[in-house]
């Protein structure tokens, strides 16, 4: 099995391409070691010392290291990791799905949630995905767009700037309704 490693326009994340389907659809996001109780591949990932956060997507991993190890320390480790799980053959996620991300939202702007969750996934998810992240709904109030940002994305330094000059100049020429967006904590 050979495993391709790509860099993200952050720092402290890779993008980890192991050739092979990671999730059938949708991604999943675990923040924290915690978080990834429901995913044999993501705790094995976890145990290596200085992972601070791991992502899936259809077909990469984003691993994000801490701030006190240096990739060069690490990245054989989490090779390793992702390798040897593949060859267990176990589970990526057990009795969990993956989530397809976007929050339900219900009320008298359900046209226009629906118009900002079909820009974001024709539009925007495919090229974050490509920086091995990914930016779903988390509301939409007073004008005001959610997004919550996963993987890469998360802690980007970019992120500010993907965010407003990207995203929020994509919707709000698209749908006049949308005056901003923010991002949101999980």
Not at 12 to 28: D, I
């Amino acid at each position: 099995m050979f495993i391709q490693t790509e860099s993200t326009p952050n720092p402290a994340t890779l993008k980890f391409l192991p050739g092979q389907t990671v999730l059938e659809m949708g991604t999943a996001d675990f923040p924290s070691p915690d978080a990834a109780a429901a995913s044999p591949l993501a705790r094995r990932i976890f145990a290596v010392d200085g992972v601070a956060g791991v992502f899936f997507g259809t077909d990469f991993i984003t691993v994000t290291k801490s701030d006190a190890v240096a990739w060069e320390h690490i990245k054989p480790a989490v090779l390793g990791a992702i390798m040897e799980h593949y060859q267990s053959g176990a589970a990526i996620l057990e009795g969990a799905q993956a989530a397809s991300g976007h929050a339900e939202h219900s009320g008298p702007d359900a046209d226009i949630v629906k118009q900002i969750k079909d820009l974001l996934d024709t539009r925007v998810r495919p090229a974050v995905a490509q920086d091995g992240g990914d930016i779903t709904f988390h509301g939409f109030e007073r004008g005001v767009v959610y997004l919550h940002m996963q993987g890469a994305c998360a802690g980007c330094p970019s992120s500010t700037l993907t965010l407003k000059m990207g995203i929020e100049n994509l919707l709000r020429h698209y749908i006049p309704e949308v005056l901003e967006v923010r991002p949101v904590a999980a």
